[in-house]
């Protein structure tokens, strides 16, 4: 791009040319040229400005401003953060505050802690030979050695075993005051096949909590037959869980029956020992065995 000042002195170059080809004719006076300077370079001047302004004209493009976003009516919560999209902040998870809710108070139910007893004997005895098919009743004679009363409401209730009970439960004929005996009633039905049938049955009080362990077991075969007379053994948890041997066969029944027996039995005289699976009960301190 040619500058001003060369754009004069081309400019001036070019009227000389054209003077000197015409001084054929008569004389002319000698131009100032200075004059012609000046006037060339106005002249290149205008030109230039005339292009200039016919031109489109470079407007610089709007600068961005970052115009604030209106405020919310509402307070921003604060919170955890968490990655925003890029050029919208940073997004927040609000913290709550809970109301404190009072939570009730779980009542339990009162159980009955005097409850317990001690077998006498049950009719027919352990080790009976009963008919096969035979009807007949299960006769358990308890001592109420607790500090309540059995009412008609507490139950003799079938628990494992083989089941050979006409029904499940059954509620006490009569009521039993503390250190009375009273009786415990299931009807049974011997099965028709011969060998030899266990069972094992609890007593439940009012509140549905089981608290005495009781047996039964007998022979079904015939009992004309049969030439031994009924052990006179009792066959029972009582005599079961007192041996070390034996317990271990009855795990499940000597692990519910001794903590109902070990506190009475700790202060015999001698001492009798609770044992289950063939371990001494010594989980409450009353049996805590020396």
Do not use: H
């Not at 400005?49 to 209106?70: F, H, R, V, W, Y």
């Amino acid at each position: 791009m040619y500058s001003k000042k060369t754009a004069a002195w081309f400019a001036a170059l070019l009227i000389l040319t054209f003077l000197a080809g015409c001084t054929g004719g008569e004389a002319q006076p000698t131009p100032d040229v200075n004059l012609i300077f000046t006037q060339a370079a106005q002249t290149v001047a205008a030109q230039l400005s005339q292009t200039a302004a016919a031109q489109p004209t470079n407007t610089p493009p709007p600068t961005s401003t970052n115009t604030p976003e209106p405020s919310p009516t509402q307070p921003i919560l604060t919170g955890l953060p968490l990655p925003g999209a890029a050029g919208t902040g940073t997004a927040v998870i609000p913290t709550l505050s809970l109301p404190t809710l009072a939570l009730a108070t779980a009542t339990r139910a009162v159980v009955s802690t005097g409850d317990k007893c001690v077998w006498q004997r049950n009719d027919p005895a352990d080790g009976s030979v009963i008919d096969p098919k035979k009807q007949f009743d299960i006769v358990w004679y308890l001592q109420n050695s607790g500090t309540t009363t059995w009412t008609k409401n507490y139950k003799v209730r079938y628990y494992v075993g083989d089941l050979f009970v006409d029904r499940r439960e059954v509620n006490l004929p009569e009521a039993v005051q503390p250190n009375q005996v009273g009786r415990a009633i299931m009807d049974a039905t011997a099965p028709s096949t011969a060998g030899t049938y266990k069972a094992t049955f609890v007593l439940t009080n009012e509140q549905g909590v089981n608290f005495c362990v009781i047996d039964f077991t007998f022979v079904v075969g015939s009992s004309a037959l049969a030439t031994n007379p009924p052990t006179s053994t009792p066959i029972t948890l009582d005599y079961i869980c007192n041996n070390k041997d034996l317990s271990k066969q009855y795990s499940g029944e000597c692990a519910n029956y001794c903590p109902q027996v070990c506190a009475n039995w700790y202060s015999l005289v001698p001492p009798k020992a609770c044992y289950v699976n063939g371990n001494l009960y010594e989980d409450i301190p009353t049996c805590d065995y020396p």
